[in-house]
């Protein structure tokens, strides 16, 4: 298989696998709320959350990122050059951290179908951005590799960091409102 297909897939399902990301939060933040809702409504929307969530998870999501995780992997099997660049090392922290998020998000999902509801919609919400902060930090590193000046990247990371907690803020405002 060439390094350009073995890219594109890896692309792919990176892209598939933060899909899933994205949306499993949305779901939670939606069987969240449902708790709110009276007892006949809650039970509809719970038992449909809980198979929606489980679905998501085990036939896009985590699969998405274990192939990620395999066609990444395959392409440093290919340049292994690219673990001698700096770029690359921050870029594979950013793939740790994002892996620790799907688990955490893993054991979110467990919560939920159990009936425990550690997290506010509001947490959620917050959590939800993370996933977001790393694409935006993989992206910029992938696309601009070592030209990228470290701290106007830094600086930029944050900003994304604070405009979308602020945007957040402003969401809840408005839905209270």
């Given at each position: ?8 897939l890896?692309?792919?399902f990176?892209?598939s ?5 994205f949306?499993?939060?949305?779901l939670?933040i ?6 709110q809702r009276?007892?006949?409504a809650?039970?509809?929307l ?6 929606m ?15 990620t995780?395999?066609?990444?992997i395959w ?18 922290t ?6 620790v ?6 054991k979110?999902?467990?919560?939920l ?16 951005e ?9 992206v ?7 030209s ?5 990247g ?5 900003a994304?960091a ?12 408005l839905?209270?409102?």
């Amino acid at each position: 298989m060439s390094f350009a297909v073995i890219k594109s897939l890896h692309i792919i399902f990176m892209v598939s696998w933060f899909a899933g990301l994205f949306y499993i939060v949305r779901l939670f933040i939606y069987h969240t709320e449902a708790q709110q809702r009276e007892d006949a409504a809650r039970q509809v929307l719970t038992e449909q959350f809980i198979i929606m969530e489980k679905k998501l998870w085990w036939i896009i999501t985590t699969p998405a990122m274990v192939l990620t995780l395999l066609f990444g992997i395959w392409m440093l099997l290919e340049v292994p050059a690219y673990l001698q660049m700096t770029w690359m090392h921050v870029k594979l922290t950013f793939v740790v951290l994002l892996l620790v998020y799907h688990f955490i998000s893993q054991k979110i999902l467990f919560d939920l179908k159990n009936n425990k509801f550690n997290w506010s919609s509001t947490g959620l919400r917050i959590w939800n951005e993370g996933a977001t902060l790393v694409l935006v930090a993989v992206v910029f590193l992938v696309v601009m590799q070592d030209s990228l000046n470290w701290i106007k990247g830094t600086i930029g990371f944050f900003a994304v960091a604070i405009g979308l907690m602020i945007g957040i803020k402003m969401y809840k405002r408005l839905r209270k409102g």
